[in-house]
């Protein structure tokens, strides 16, 4: 048996189009400083809703694991 790895993942952003419907922008990262980075910016427009994870388990089986956010508006 080997260590558990992550392979890859996907960030799902939730957005406005032009035409004021709500849509979903992927963006692939390969490493933790990719979503850090890829995370950091404040745009209130582009708002995190899902991180998806993929990878190997320690016997080698293909895993997904996903994060779901909600945001929450303060006024």
């Known amino acids: 048996m080997s260590a558990a790895k992550a392979t890859k993942g996907t960030i799902i952003f939730r957005t406005w189009n032009d035409s004021r419907k709500l849509i979903e922008i992927e963006e692939a990262f390969s490493s933790l400083d990719e979503l850090f980075a890829a995370c950091l910016p404040q745009d209130e427009t582009k708002l995190v809703d899902r991180i998806i994870i993929q ?13 779901v956010f909600e945001s929450v508006t303060i006024s």
């Open 55 to 67: 990878g190997l388990d320690d016997r080698g089986n293909l895993r997904q694991l996903t994060l």
